[in-house]
Nanobody
Framework: QVQLLESGGGLVQTGGSLRLSCAAS????????MGWFRQAPGKEREFVGA???????YYTDGVKGRFTMSRDNAKDTVYLQMNSLKFEDTAVYYC?????????????????WGQGTQVTVSS
């Protein structure tokens, strides 16, 4: 049974940092895209970033220069280092995995999802 388990969320002040982790179990996803999405109250889920098996990374414009994704293929784990956090980064953050070759900015192309972890940035 495939499971994605996020951790690392919490409450932080504006300008602070958090590091999210997402560990996959049940199978290996070394060649898959591992992505992060977020959903704020009253808003649609949005793409944050994704990292391929080779390490190539794509981010949404609003987090470039502040967020950094990395992965440890030996552990099937993806990380999201979030720096210079803003109030508008407040959301539930989800990790997900998609096979190579799919359009990674669309959540519909991801096969497995985690339960999410809450990130709250106080102003």
């Amino acid at each position: 049974q495939v499971q994605l388990l996020e951790s690392g969320g919490g409450l932080v002040q504006t300008g602070g940092s958090l590091r999210l982790s997402c560990a996959a179990s049940g199978r290996t996803f070394r060649t898959y895209w591992m992505g992060w999405f977020r959903q704020a109250p009253g808003k649609e889920r949005e793409f944050v970033g994704a990292i391929g098996g080779s390490g190539i990374v794509y981010y949404t414009d609003g987090v470039k220069g502040r967020f950094t994704m990395s992965r440890d293929n030996a552990k099937d784990t993806v990380y999201l280092q979030m720096n210079s956090l803003k109030f508008e980064d407040t959301a539930v953050y989800y990790c997900a995995v998609a096979p190579a070759g799919r359009y990674i900015r669309d959540g519909k192309n991801y096969d497995y999802w985690g339960q999410g972890t809450q990130v709250t940035v106080s102003s």
